[in-house]
T-cell receptor, first 113, second 111 residues
């Protein structure tokens, strides 16, 4: 069984540019989550999809962040325009149901210069 | 607001030297407490879920326990390959897998 895959593994962009992160969950997992870890801080929740619907987006920091999951399969997280404080590691996770453990991808390390 | 505090921040052990990591939590109505292992450059890897005080789970050299205020991850006779960051997290809210993570404990086991 393939795990959660994320692309790219690293991204370096300049302040003001746009970046799109992609996540492919484990096949059959309806629940998809985005988390991020900024330098020196704990991993923090961003949002939760159930299939293609946003179930909880309470952790999204502001309207520069847009997450989509068209068709209920892969998900994208777009940051536009990127700011310096957006630098960190963005993790995607999926689970089979609402109480099953999360399976995490290896993350995308985003550096905004 | 739910909070998770892990201690120590870092721990250095000799191979075979048993020890425990602590995770204290403040949550209104615990639904689940999770332990994850994270290696450098990788995502968190699931280890255990604990749901109620008194519960214990074991896997190889690791044993997780839960009380009403904290959880312990006991490492018995560790090996160098047990070196990693160990993360504790609790489910927040009444629904879903919105996890609140602690900062983690960095474990180094020297041979």
């Amino acid at each position: 069984e393939a795990g959660v895959t994320q692309f790219p593994s690293h991204s370096v962009i300049e302040k003001g540019q746009t970046v799109t992160l992609r996540c492919d969950p484990i096949s059959g997992h309806d629940n998809l989550y985005w988390y991020r870890r900024v330098m020196g801080k704990e991993i923090k929740f961003l949002l939760h999809f159930v299939k293609e619907s946003k179930q909880d987006e309470s952790g999204m920091p502001n309207n520069r962040f847009l997450a989509e999951r068209t068709g209920g399969t892969y998900s994208t997280l777009k940051v536009q325009p990127a700011e310096l404080e957006d630098s960190g590691v963005y993790f995607c996770a999926s689970s089979q149901d609402l109480n099953s453990p999360l399976h995490f991808g290896n993350g995308t390390r985003l550096t905004v210069t | 607001e739910d909070q998770v505090t892990q201690s120590p921040e870092a721990l250095r052990l000799q191979e075979g030297e048993s020890s425990s990591l602590n995770c204290s939590y403040t949550v209104s109505g615990l639904r689940g407490l999770f332990w994850y292992r994270q290696d450098p450059g990788k995502g968190p890897e699931f280890l255990f879920t604990l749901y109620s005080a008194g519960e214990e789970k074991e896997k190889e050299r690791l044993k997780a326990t839960l009380t009403k205020k904290e959880s312990f991850l006991h490492i018995t006779a560790p090996k160098p390959e047990d070196s990693a960051t160990y993360l504790c997290a609790v489910q927040e809210g009444e629904y879903g897998n919105k996890l609140v993570f602690g900062a983690g404990t960095i474990l180094r086991v020297k041979s």
